[in-house]
């Protein structure tokens, strides 16, 4: 398997498929990789002759110093399991900061016409300019033709989209649908570092996801929030942050159901010092 740690060498490689005429996708990742990047992998290997997999814990999309210092670092073993999905097709990009951001380590102020302000947007500061600085230079340096990002990320998914749309440039995103373990739990780096007594606990996040989706039937917006916030409020030891109901295009709290639109709940947990978040189509 071919790992490029510096920028200039997998643009050199980029150059040479480009001229072969050979598919490219992308699948843009921090690292500590799990089943459900590998899902997000397997889906791009199907459709594109070679697929780039960048593990880079990006510095600038962290807005709590200790969070980028404890996120998982484990390269060799991320490399290891890619190869259980393929030898030949795969090239790892895992560059420095140095190398991605020079001297200057610091995000770009974007636009994305104010889905940066809802939800994630609110509770971390400056996460989604550093998220959209990243992936814009990852999308120049690989120039995939497709993209892939998981749904468990939704606001990220279209706030990537955005992105894309704005500063035109030729790729196609694809939004991969969530991995969870078989308790319910979905797939995340986080995970690894719960607690035993917290990472049993944690599936009680996507249970109560799936009865508020059931109450949505009959219920409004704001009841099943309500309903789900005392879910949380009688839980022992998980703290919610947020349970939102928003239109799933432009993100927005739902005031009033409207038969033609889609929506979908989203919710972010503290798991002791771990944070956890997920979401689920409602219709
Ligand atoms: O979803 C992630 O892991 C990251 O936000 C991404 C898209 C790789 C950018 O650093």
């Not at 050199?12 to 005429?21: I, Q």
């Not at 996460?127 to 990002?149: C, M, Q, S, W």
Request: glycine share 4%; net charge positive.
């Amino acid at each position: 398997m071919t790992v490029h740690k510096h920028k200039k060498d997998l643009e050199k490689t980029v150059l040479e498929l480009k001229s072969k005429n050979i598919s490219i996708g992308l699948v843009p990742t921090m690292g500590a990789l799990h089943l459900g990047h590998i899902s997000l992998v397997r889906q791009a290997l199907d459709k594109n002759d070679v697929v780039i997999v960048s593990i880079f814990v990006n510095p600038t999309q962290f807005d709590n110093k200790k969070d980028l210092e404890n996120y998982p670092r484990t390269l060799n073993q991320d490399i290891e399991l890619l190869k259980t999905a393929s030898k030949e097709k795969i090239i790892v990009f895992a560059p420095t900061a140095k190398d991605i951001y020079n001297s200057n380590i610091q995000a770009t102020d974007f636009s994305f016409d104010g889905l940066e302000y809802e939800m994630e947007g609110k509770f971390r500061d400056g996460h989604f300019d550093g998220v959209g600085t990243i992936v814009k230079r990852l999308l120049e340096i690989a120039r995939p033709d497709n993209a892939y990002f998981g749904k468990k990320d939704f606001q990220q998914l279209q706030i990537i989209k955005k992105l894309v749309e704005k500063h035109k440039i030729p790729v196609n995103i694809i939004g991969c649908e969530i991995e969870r373990d078989a308790d319910g739990l979905a797939k995340s780096s986080r995970n690894m570092r719960l607690k035993p007594e917290y990472r049993e606990a944690a599936p009680f996040i996507y249970k109560t996801l799936k009865s508020a989706k059931v109450k949505f039937g009959t219920k409004s917006a704001n009841e099943v929030v309500k309903w789900v916030t005392k879910q949380f409020a009688k839980h022992p030891i998980l703290k919610l942050e947020y349970f939102i109901i928003a239109n799933a295009q432009n993100l927005k709290p739902v005031k009033r159901k409207s038969n033609n639109k889609s929506y979908r709940a989203f919710i972010a947990v503290y798991a002791d010092d771990i944070r956890l978040i997920d979401n689920i189509a409602l219709n």
